[in-house]
């Protein structure tokens, strides 16, 4: 006869009360989570997150409240955890899982490691120390409604990385600047300015109008003089926008016209860019006020971040958050940044004021604060209830897998409306390792293109095999029969590279670089396709699919050409073939945090599932979906396709 203690056999009982576990995060999932483990008796739980308690958390993270704002969630989700069961051995680390502290020897003394992140960075980290370490992995998001759990196991399973995830989808710098036709690039301006004003400049962010805009094939020269700028409030220098801000002492009106007036009127002399489009409409500060009816408040009713403020209400709270910004500033003193963050009131209502106003001058519908806010911050609201089911859900596939039943976890779905067959949660089989894939393959490769003669070696370290790759502390060795290092992850012994290009290295078409990062026990093999056809602003290409072997070398660039089977428009992992691009067969996970994400879309119809990024919003192609006679079928089959709405 099966002994019980509670509603689990003696054994699994007796497992839960000696197993070590982690839980990487302690945010809407990891409360849940924390909490369901010391109930369920998991007696040993180490738990790690760099974030501190924000009062937005509190409606849904509920083992915090309004006194713990500021302090870190990891402590506080251990003080709480432990009312539950004061006997549970619990640790808690304030700190980034990303630390170098955090080895594969930290990993290996765990059972079991458990997600609850928000963020594909340190995602991608955890996935490859726990293959390192050869731990299980159960992997989790959610994103409003929608929740999806997996089980990651080296050698059994895919990782996380084995699927391609499309990059955040970004704009053309010459649209943002110029000619903006959405309200998501008014925004993404208007959090460019912000930088520009107050936060760390970035090149690539400039917000001033483009001359360089290949579409306005315009002569300054010529047009030059009919630019009718404001001498006086705006006084346009093709300066740093910062270096302006701060002669005029953060001067609101003045800033007001040299973004909203001046800037336009530069932009209103490129003829070409305005004779099928709309012109833009410059404001003027002193015109709008003195226009201002003093009942102007709102379009609409309503809570007061979803009504629409009118023109000038718009201008009053840029001016405003202005004043405050450049108080906070002050205060920091001399140097002193600021970082944009969405729940901050100051930064969220500068972005809201420039964005609309920019609206307004595109001839655009301006939004609401609270429209901003969720473009602004990509949010798809958190669901209190979808992490608590998702948590419940994690701690069942941990029961299988410290039952030795490993054959038997599942990846889950959780959905919005029931399916065909009226079900809300859906399993189904895990997938097996792709031959592939640039992370848990026996031998990662991986073939960049890119041009030797433009490309840094600075740029490969942070932009490729950091940013792109997700690797913490490169090492890179070229292998060209010398084994010269190209880049050393110890302080100081190739930073005199960091400016010169891979050309003067002898980096050419078929060169082979060897890349370990050693915090993560991964190798890397990156083939260099050297190219001079890149589109402008693209740095690199990542092509489609791992190669069994270098690319040989060419001597024009018409056979470089025929090597490629990636796509040309955007940098695609080497792990699989992109997927196809139908919208409406897509079912889109994301993070149950509050950042990173897009808007989720139906899977209705098409010929494949997609895999989500948990995280970002992002798909990948999963198993083939079969006709829907097949209905009668057991729950764990492939074609039980979900049905949104």
Not at 253 to 264: T, Y
Not at 558 to 577: C, L, R, Y
Request: proline share 5%.
């Amino acid at each position: 006869m099966v002994q019980l203690v509670g509603a689990l056999r003696k054994e699994l009982a007796d497992s839960l009360s000696t197993c070590k576990v982690l839980v990487v995060g302690a945010g809407g999932i990891g409360c849940e989570l924390l909490k369901n483990l010391v109930l369920t008796g998991f007696q040993n739980i180490e738990v790690i997150d760099l974030d501190t308690i924000d009062v937005s958390n509190l409606n849904r993270q509920f083992l915090f409240q309004k006194k713990h704002v500021g302090k870190s969630k990891a402590e506080v989700a251990r003080e709480s955890a432990l009312q539950f069961c004061p006997s549970a051995n619990i640790i808690a680390y304030h700190d980034s899982v990303m630390n170098p502290d955090y080895n594969v020897e930290f990993f290996r003394k765990f059972v079991l490691v458990m997600n609850a992140l928000d963020n594909r960075a340190a995602r991608n980290h955890v996935n490859r120390m726990c293959l390192a370490a050869d731990i299980p992995l159960i992997e989790s998001g959610t994103a409003g409604y929608l929740g999806q759990v997996t089980v990651i196991k080296k050698g059994m399973t895919e990782c996380y990385e084995c699927q391609p995830k499309p990059t955040q989808k970004t704009f053309p710098g010459c649209t943002i600047r110029n000619t903006p036709s959405e309200p998501i690039h008014c925004i993404v301006w208007a959090k460019y300015l912000f930088n520009q004003l107050f936060g760390e400049e970035d090149a690539d962010q400039e917000v001033s109008p483009d001359t360089a805009d290949p579409e306005a094939a315009w002569n300054p020269e010529e047009t030059a003089a009919r630019a009718t700028a404001s001498e006086k409030d705006g006084d346009i220098k093709r300066v740093s926008t910062k270096d302006w801000a701060r002669s005029t002492g953060y001067d609101p009106v003045k800033l007001f016209n040299k973004l909203f007036k001046d800037d336009i009127m530069y932009l209103l002399t490129m003829d070409k860019l305005w004779k099928k489009r709309k012109a833009p409409t410059p404001l003027d500060w002193q015109q709008l006020e003195n226009s201002a009816c003093p009942q102007e408040e709102s379009l609409g009713s309503g809570l007061k971040d979803q009504q629409v403020l009118g023109v000038w209400g718009h201008c009053q709270l840029f001016q405003h958050s202005v004043e405050t910004l450049r108080s906070q500033l002050q205060e920091k003193g001399e140097g002193a940044e600021l970082v944009w963050d969405k729940d901050d009131p100051p930064a969220m209502d500068f972005v809201t004021a420039a964005a609309n106003l920019r609206m307004h001058i595109f001839s655009m519908n301006m939004k609401s604060r609270f429209d901003v806010k969720s473009m602004a911050g990509n949010i798809i609201p958190a669901i209190a209830t979808t992490n608590a089911v998702i948590a419940g859900l994690i701690v069942l596939e941990a029961l299988k897998i410290l039952s030795g039943e490993l054959e038997s976890c599942r990846t889950i779905f959780l959905n919005k409306c029931p399916n065909l067959r009226k079900k809300l949660l859906v399993p189904c089989l895990l997938d097996p390792p792709s031959a592939n894939c640039y992370v848990c393959a026996s031998k990662p490769e991986v073939t960049v293109k890119l041009n030797v003669h433009k490309t840094t070696v600075l740029s490969l370290q942070d932009r490729i095999l950091k940013e792109r790759f997700g690797m913490v502390a490169p090492d890179v060795q070229i292998e060209d029969g010398k084994g010269t290092i190209l880049i050393s992850s110890e302080e100081g012994e190739t930073e005199a590279n960091n400016g010169k290009f891979l050309a003067d290295f002898g980096i050419r078409n078929g060169s082979r670089l060897q890349v370990d990062d050693f915090l993560q026990d991964y190798t890397l093999l990156v083939n260099v396709l050297h190219t001079e056809e890149l589109e402008r602003d693209v740095e690199f290409e990542v092509v489609g699919e791992a190669p069994d072997k270098a690319p040989p070398p060419k001597t024009n660039q018409e056979e470089v050409s025929s090597i490629t089977n990636g796509n040309k428009d955007s940098a695609q992992p080497s792990t699989s073939s992109k997927a196809p691009a139908e919208d409406d067969d897509l079912m889109i996970i994301d993070s149950e945090e509050e950042g990173e994400s897009s808007s989720a879309a139906a899977v209705t119809s098409g010929s494949k599932r997609k895999h989500s990024d948990a995280e970002t919003g992002e798909t990948s192609t999963k198993r083939p979906r079969t006709d829907h006679s097949s209905a009668a079928a057991t729950p764990d089959d492939d074609d039980d396709i979900i049905a949104l709405d």
